[in-house]
């Protein structure tokens, strides 16, 4: 049986806290790979807002992650992702993979965060400071993303 | 004077989310279709009629429609109590 955890919310998350969790879920681990992404400054951002589609932003994680039990033999899965308002610094992203070696969890963790940044539902807005004045503007898709995702397509 | 709501009619929840949902104005409202059913082209012509607010987006070649929260991509019917939502090109977590 394989456990899994997906969850969306606003607060902040405990990675420790989810990783002991994960842990104690599953039998003979052998690897946990565990990734946080963190809301970086790039060029003045100051806030970052996340919106999701309730229902839908769900099923796209849960596909995401079922691809990804089909891929390798994962034994536990963890997907945190925030939602709202987020400020820089602050995690955005928890994905902890547990396996039974370590190549199938790091391989595991990184499709679920490369599969996120071009099939889960979420759109990104950019609070910056330009010239003194706070601007928000709607992240687009970045070619790199795409690029990371496709090179998995090769090997599906 | 508001026309009342008949049995032939059908009620749609029409979603507008990230980008779009500022340039409509609001995210979610309910319409009603004179019809127990319609077809998602039809469906377009009418919304161009009704929520002239929503020109721009109609008009992108970049929108995605869900329709219950599955992107459609071919002619579909849409049906009485259906969510049919307008997606700005998804930006990922």
Redesign the interface.
């Known amino acids: 049986m394989v456990f899994q955890h997906i969850l969306l919310q606003q607060r902040q998350f405990d990675q420790n806290e989810e990783a002991k969790t994960q842990l104690q879920a599953i039998n003979n681990c052998g690897a946990m790979v565990s990734f946080s992404?963190y809301v970086r400054a790039d060029t003045g951002v100051k806030e970052l807002f996340?919106?999701h589609?309730p229902?839908?932003t769900e099923?796209s994680l849960a596909r995401i992650v079922e691809k990804a039990k089909d891929m390798w033999p994962v034994l536990g899965v963890t997907l945190i992702?925030r939602v709202g308002a987020l400020f820089v610094g602050e995690p955005?992203?928890l994905v902890i993979t547990s396996c039974s070696h370590r190549q199938d969890a790091y391989n595991a963790n990184r499709f679920i965060m490369d599969s996120?940044?071009?099939?889960?539902?979420?759109?990104?807005?950019e609070t910056m400071l330009v010239n003194g004045c706070l601007e928000s503007c709607?992240?687009?898709?970045t070619n790199s993303?795409i690029r990371a995702r496709r090179e998995w397509e090769n090997i599906s | 004077m508001q026309k009342n709501t008949q049995e032939s009619d059908c009620q749609l929840t029409i979603?507008f989310?990230?980008?779009y949902r500022e340039i409509v104005g609001w995210g979610e409202r309910t319409i009603t279709i004179s019809k127990p059913a319609i077809r998602l082209s039809q469906l377009l012509v009418h919304l161009r009629q009704v929520l002239p607010e929503g020109a721009k987006v109609f008009a992108s070649r970049d929108k995605l429609i869900?329709v219950n929260?599955?992107v459609i991509t071919r002619e579909c019917t849409i049906e009485a109590g259906d969510e049919v939502?307008f997606?700005?090109?998804?930006?990922?977590?």
């Open positions: 992404g996340v919106e589609y229902g839908m099923s992702h955005i992203v996120l940044k071009t099939d889960a539902v979420f759109w990104k807005k709607w992240v687009e898709s993303d | 979603r989310l990230g980008s869900a929260h599955e939502a997606l700005p090109p998804i930006t990922g977590g």
